[in-house]
């Protein structure tokens, strides 16, 4: 990735692209394809945070889109669940509440807005997810900020399940691994299509490696973390408060 941070899309613009592309995001089984591995990953973050509170009361969806994470996991929740959905894009955001209050008997609220900026009261939740968003955040002072808020508003024994696009420490094996993503993406739609997800990975995101999120997890706090899979340029973690 060539574009300098201080020249990556800003806020408004990565929510106008999104704005427009709810109806790709609905699909549980092909809204992410660009993302390898998308459904495994969506599977094993929201069965790890059953496994981890088997009794989930009330759970909040970071960059929620079009809710699928969230629906996800309620599928395998017993009871009431409250669910908070955060994201940028109001149409995201009305198409995930839609969804969610159709199968969902807690209370749903929604937050059109950063999620650092978002009044949450510590401990509330049980599971925080954070599926393909992270990578939007810019400087390191910025990935701590927001690593620190999750920490803050998880309830003791809570967790915290993330899926990503990540980069690599070692140059070589961080070239060889977006060679590997590149074929991929020719594979699935041609070198046109590898082009264009390259070119919108290029301006708007600024992804950090597995094992940067991993350190920066204990050094907020958390008492463990693990890793649950990671595939080329994407990965699925996790930490318990």
């Known amino acids: ?5 201080e020249a990556k899309s800003s806020p408004d613009e990565i929510r106008t692209r999104f704005d427009g592309d709810v109806e790709r995001f609905t699909n549980l089984e092909t809204g992410q394809s660009a993302t390898i591995d998308a459904p495994l990953t969506m599977e094993l973050i929201t069965r790890a945070a059953v496994a981890i509170t088997p009794k989930i009361s009330r759970c909040l969806d970071i960059g929620c889109g079009a809710g699928n994470n969230t629906l996800k996991l309620l599928k ?12 940028l894009s109001a149409p995201m955001l009305e198409r995930a509440r839609e969804r969610v209050v159709k199968m969902n008997v807690g209370e749903v609220r929604v937050f059109h807005e950063d999620f650092r900026s978002v009044p949450l009261d510590a401990g509330r939740y049980d599971v925080i997810l954070a599926a393909a968003v992270l990578h939007h955040l810019r400087e390191d002072s910025d990935w701590e900020e927001v690593f620190a808020k999750m920490y803050r508003v998880l309830r003791p024994g809570g967790s915290v399940w ?3 696009l990540v980069v690599h420490e070692n140059g070589h094996v961080d070239q060889m691994m977006w060679q590997r993503y590149a074929e991929y993406l020719i594979a699935l ?6 082009k264009e997800v390259f070119a919108y990975i290029d301006k708007e995101d600024s992804p950090r490696p597995v094992t940067y999120q991993l350190d920066l997890l204990r050094k907020v706090g958390f008492r463990s973390v693990d890793l649950l899979h990671k595939n080329s340029c994407f990965a699925a973690l996790g930490a318990v408060k």
Do not use: A, H, S
Request: include cysteine.
């Open 76 to 87: 395998m929740v017993e009871g009431n669940c409250d669910c908070d959905l955060c994201d």
């Open 1 to 5: 990735m060539n574009t300098p941070l």
């Open 189 to 194: 739609r041609g070198e046109n299509y590898q």
């Open 162 to 164: 993330i899926t990503d």
